[in-house]
Every structure is written in C-alpha cells, then in structure tokens.
C-alpha cells in the first residue's frame, strides 16, 4: 500500500478490481511475482489510484464499488510497439495469402484470376502475405499475374510488407515501364509510397470505411488483451483520419504514431515532433530505414545469407549521406527518431551516424530507436548503450517464419537474433513488437516465442537468448511502453497510472511456456472502461 491501511478517504466513484493475483509490474524487468502479493487496486476515472488487498482497500475506501475477478490474474495492458493498423485498416478485404490453402502458386493464381473477374473496371486487386517459401521452388512473377488477363490492376504484397509483385497495368500506373521491371517486384520507399502513403495509387477507403476498418481490427486486437499500440509508419493524411476516429468516440485503443519521415521538416516546422499529443493519440518521433527485411531475405548483413550463391548481403535503402542529415535534422530538432535497421551491418550503420550526431549536438534524454534491431554483431549492444538508444525486436517471428531463418541466416546467427536476453543484460531498454502483418500481434504468442525460442516445428532456433516469462511480461507492456517515452502514464499498474488492463485466466508467469498462448483473455479494459469481454473459460 501506499498510505497506511486505517486511512479512508471519499469512496466517490471509486471502483476496486480485485482477483487471485494483480502483477502489477512496479520493478524491474524480471522481478514480477517476487515482490509482496498484490490482489486489488483501486481505480478513479481513468487511472490506478491505489494497490494492496481487497481488505486494506475496502478500508481506504469505504463503500466503494467492488468487482472481483476471483480466480482471473491481472497484468497491465498489453502494448504492441511496433505494427501497422493504419495501412492494415486500408486493405481489410485483400486475399489473405497467408491461409492454409494457399501453400501452392495453382491456388493463388486460381484465387486471383477469381478476383479479376469479379472486379468493377478499374477495380484494384489486392492479396497480402505473400510466402514464396510456401510456393517453392518457383516464386510469383509478373508474368503469373499477366497470364490471368483482364485489365485490372494487380498487386500482390510479400509477407514482409517490403516488397510485391504487380502486373503489368499496375505497373503502369505507377508509372513503371513493365519492360524494365521484367519480374514485377517493387521494393521498399517505392512500394510504401505506391501503397500506403498519401498519394498512394492503389484504391483507399473513405474516411468512414478506414475507420469502420479500425474498429474491426482493435476488436481482435482487444480480445488479445492489447490496450497500446504503435503505428509503425504514419502519413499525415493517416494521422488525420486517427484524430477523427477519436473524434467521434470510436478510437479505443491508444496510439502512439511514427511518422513517415519524409514528412518530419514539415512537422518540425510546424512544431509537432515526438510527445505531441495526449494518452490516446501521440507522435512518438519520425520513421526511416536503413535495409531491408528479415522475412523478405533482404536485410543488411556483415556475412552474407547462409543460402546465398553468389553472396547476399542484403540491401541498404537509405544511403548514409542522406540518413546522417535526416537524422541530425529530428536530433537537433528536439524528436526521436525511430529507425528500421535489422541485420548486424544495418544496425553497425546507423550507430555510426547516431553517434556522430550526438557528439556534435549532445542532447541528453534524447532516446532514439532502433526498430527490429534483429541482429546484432560483436560489440553492438554496448554501442547501443553506450549511446542510449532503445530497441524494439520482433515478438513472435519465431511462430510466424519458423526454420527457413534457420536455412537463411544458419545456427550461430540465430543465436545473435531477436536479442532479448542480450538486450536486457546490457539494461538496453526494450519493447515487445509484432510488426502485424508480418507475424502474429498476439501478445501471449510472443510471449512463448521469447520464452521457447521454439519454432511451430519445435525446432529450437537460438536457445541462448530466452528470457524469462516475467521478462517477457515487462517488455511486453513496461518495455514498449518505456521506449515510447510513456512509462510514466501506462504499462504498470501502480498509483497515477492509466487503469489499463487485462484479466487472464491463468498466470502467464507460472504456466507451461508451451501453453502461454492457451491463457484465455477475460476482459481488456482501457482507461477504466471494459473494451472486450469474453468471460472466463
């Protein structure tokens, strides 16, 4: 408790949430379910205004009201730092190529030229999730989708979201002669901007239908318990639309935006960088790349793919020259910068330019991040410290992409990705992150992902950087919200913070790891306010 227990005070409409067991996340990574049993805390409004026992509760608060959960366990709300509602919620009627039935390129062809001729003229068709590991050992061409005739445009998006294949009047209308993309595929910058920026070509939503859209994707993403996210790549057209979602009370998830860095000078301008906002809708800082993606087999690496002939090492989409300016701009600007870099040499980039910058214009408490940051090299993580940055690792890639990261980055490399025990042995700190769509945004998922490091297959893929459930738990809420600069208003159940929060089933800390994605999810409740209910099982 935080006053002594004969001290009562107003009950007003303060309300007790009481259950077998509140982890209330006040200490530090690891430490959940060793410090003194908390079983209740009371709420007013939207926040935590007091923790201990339902007994010395009822105390404090005479005749206030009383919810218990009984056999439930409490945890903070759950905060996916790093996905894509936005751009999901642009899309929700792609094919799905991410279903069973899709595991041989005949389906998928047979499921688009379907598409094609249902489509009105002019109509996009869009699939998503796109696996060539599925279809092997031949991956979809331009020419695939050029020999389903019509002249609809077609777009398909690869699992990584970093690249696609178009046919060839898509890729005319992006202005692309289909002669000179003789595969179909646009990567990276280009295929963002084709896609989900401002002026993006492919058909969008009206403001009505994106929001409808969101609604529709914070429904499951509530009955996994998630409370926060982080929108990992935002327009200001996108921004927009979020603020009138909130508007019109139909925001029930808070946001914390990254914006599309190609847009940071004209929100410097204008004053709005990193912390602008309020507890349901923030700019959390500006979003850049340096290479590519580990499921698209195009990250940027100091050794080169396992599965290369001749040598891969991955792409850099951002030259250095350009990155160092831009990242210079936001630092002296006052803003963080949240940058995808995930191979050891992309990683090794940016650390080179981030410190430059900051000895040149030191800011201290300035976190900047690194998003993905999935493998790291000798010498990284004290880097990484040293110049204190965060990091924000996928959760649950190890569910979604299995062992063909074993066949493409082989065993000693795995032992150096999605690095969390590393992270946290050096206090480096870290967020749990899905990247939704490219994996699973259940948290409890990632939560056996960081606990097992075992793949669907139950292949182990880097045993040596398992954490521990309570690890696991803080980076998934205390983390994320750390990195996004939020700490002191969410992820942990304690006084002045937000009532953000999830009743379990079970107690993800003394469960079988194997089962934590079996833990029913009762209630999500979001400031105060049950946002999903599902009862308990």
């Not at 204008?270 to 507890?279: E, I, M, R």
């Not at 924000?392 to 990705?417: D, I, N, Q």
């Not at 899905?434 to 939560?447: G, R, T």
């Not at 002045?496 to 089962?515: E, K, W």
């Amino acid at each position: 408790m935080n006053t002594p227990s004969h001290a009562q005070e107003p009950a007003g409409s303060v309300r007790i949430v009481s259950a077998r067991r509140v982890h209330t996340l006040t200490g530090a990574p690891g430490t959940a379910g060793t410090d003194r049993p908390v079983t209740a805390f009371a709420v007013l409004g939207e926040q935590v205004v007091a923790t201990g026992t339902t007994a010395e509760l009822r105390s404090r608060f005479p005749g206030a009201e009383h919810l218990d959960h009984q056999t439930g366990v409490i945890v903070p709300g759950f905060n996916d730092a790093h996905q894509h509602l936005s751009d999901l919620a642009n899309g929700l009627d792609e094919l799905d190529l991410a279903a069973p039935e899709f595991s041989e390129l005949t389906a998928v062809l047979a499921a688009l030229a379907d598409r094609i001729r249902a489509a009105a003229r002019g109509q996009w068709v869009r699939a998503h999730r796109y696996d060539e590991t599925r279809t092997a050992p031949r991956a979809l061409t331009r020419g695939d989708l050029d020999s389903l005739g019509g002249d609809a445009p077609v777009l398909v998006t690869h699992v990584s979201d970093h690249s696609a294949v178009l046919n060839s009047p898509a890729l005319r209308l992006a202005g692309l002669d289909p002669e000179r993309v003789p595969d179909g595929r646009v990567h990276g910058p280009e295929l963002f901007r084709l896609l989900w920026s401002d002026e993006a070509i492919v058909d969008q939503p009206s403001t009505d239908g994106w929001i409808a859209g969101v609604e529709r994707l914070v429904a499951r993403y509530h009955a996994a318990g998630i409370t926060s996210i982080g929108d990992a790549l935002v327009s200001p057209g996108q921004l927009g639309r979020y603020q009138e979602a909130r508007r019109r009370g139909r925001l029930t998830v808070r946001v914390n935006a990254l914006v599309d860095a190609v847009h940071a000078d004209a929100f410097l301008a204008l004053g709005v960088g990193s912390g602008f906002g309020d507890a349901w809708l923030r700019v959390g800082g500006f979003k850049a790349f340096v290479d590519g993606a580990v499921a698209g087999h195009s990250c940027l690496l100091e050794q080169p793919f396992s599965d290369s002939d001749p040598p891969d090492h991955g792409e850099q989409v951002t030259p250095t020259a350009e990155l160092h300016a831009l990242v210079e701009r936001v630092h002296r600007a006052g803003s963080a910068m949240a940058v995808h870099a995930n191979g050891d040499r992309a990683i090794g980039v940016l650390l080179d330019v981030v410190e430059q910058v900051q000895a040149a214009h030191p800011r201290p408490g300035l976190m900047h991040r690194i998003e993905h940051c999935t493998v790291l090299g000798p010498g990284l993580a004290a880097r990484i410290k040293a110049a204190g940055l965060a990091a924000v690792p996928f959760g649950s890639y190890l569910t979604a992409h299995g062992t063909k990261l074993l066949r493409w980055y082989g065993v000693e490399r795995l032992h150096r990705m999605f690095p969390h025990r590393t992270l946290l042995d050096h206090a480096i700190p870290v967020a749990g992150a899905s990247d939704h769509s490219a994996a699973p945004f259940e948290p409890l998922i990632a939560l056996r992902d960081m606990v097992t490091r075992t793949a669907p297959d139950g292949v182990v893929l880097g045993a040596s950087q398992r954490i521990t459930a309570a690890e696991a738990l803080w980076i998934q809420t205390v983390g994320s919200a750390t990195v996004a600069g939020e700490a002191h208003v969410k992820g942990s159940l304690t006084p002045g913070r937000l009532a953000d929060y999830v009743v379990l089933d079970d107690d993800p800390l003394t469960v079988d790891p194997d089962g934590l994605p079996e833990i029913g999810v009762r209630e999500t409740v979001v400031g105060g306010v049950t946002r999903w209910s599902g009862g308990a099982r």
